[in-house]
């Protein structure tokens, strides 16, 4: 399958700060890539769309000002987030849409782990 | 996107299959049935996709009813490696906005 990194794999910061995390998609054209976030023991919740060179689409309850997507290219999109506090601590995944076999495959980084001082 | 029902956890011993069932009532007529595997702080992996009667490959199986309401993920002989979250979903190919929605997931721990 297609090959997604992330960089870096785990981040601590102290409050205040800003963050930007790095996904590309290594072996394929991701037109749309895709930001999750994680809680320990819960399942992956949907952030936002990013789409190549046009606005993210950020899903309800999340704040766009506050989590800045940038999908300057077809292998790169970037989350900065900013004025990172405590609760903001979890695991951040991204992923990549590629035409595949299967029909809303996505190929999934290996996550990004942001702790937040 | 439909909403899917799966067991919190399973327990299994090395060796043995593993079914694990997924309720989907109001799966819609577009809508495919796709399973994620995701080990603790790695992303998810896609295991198997399927719309109705029965697919195999080479990690799993996956089980369709004729009504679509349920399907249920084989996993045959598994061993410790397979111990991790299994996620089911459903839902219709729209394009490039096509979201993923994850459910609870089902917790599959294997033991010697």
């Known amino acids: 399958g297609a090959v997604v990194s992330q960089h870096p794999s785990r981040v601590i910061c102290k409050s205040g700060t800003s963050v930007k ?12 890539m895709f930001w999750y976030r994680q809680f320990p ?7 936002a769309t990013s789409n190549e060179g046009s606005k993210a689409t950020y899903e309800q309850g999340v704040e766009k000002d506050k989590f ?27 992923s990549g849409r590629a035409s595949g076999t299967y029909y809303n495959e996505q190929f999934f980084g ?8 | 996107l439909a909403k899917t029902t799966q067991p919190i956890s399973m327990d299994s011993y ?19 049935i796709t399973w994620y595997q995701q080990f603790p702080s790695q992303g998810p992996r896609f295991i198997i996709q399927g719309y109705k009667t029965k697919v195999t490959n080479e990690v799993a199986s996956l089980f ?12 045959p002989r ?35």
Request: net charge negative; hydrophobic share 35%; charged share 15%.
């Open chain 1, 21 to 32: 995390i790095e996904c590309r998609s290594l072996d394929f054209q991701a037109t749309t």
């Open chain 1, 41 to 47: 023991k819960q399942s992956l919740m949907l952030m």
């Open chain 1, 68 to 94: 800045l997507i940038n999908h300057a290219s077809l292998t790169l999109s970037t989350l900065t987030v900013t004025s990172a506090h405590p609760e903001d601590s979890s695991f951040y995944i991204c």
């Open chain 1, 110 to 117: 290996p996550g990004t782990r942001l702790t937040v001082l």
């Open chain 2, 14 to 32: 090395e060796g043995q299959e593993v079914n694990i069932t997924c309720s989907h009532n109001n799966i819609a007529t577009n809508d495919y």
């Open chain 2, 64 to 75: 369709i009813p004729a009504d679509r309401k349920s399907s249920t993920l084989s996993l």
């Open chain 2, 78 to 112: 598994v061993s410790l490696s397979d111990t991790a979250v299994y996620y089911c979903l459903v839902g219709a190919d729209t394009g490039t906005a096509s979201k993923l929605t994850f459910g609870t997931g089902t917790r599959l721990q294997v033991t010697l």
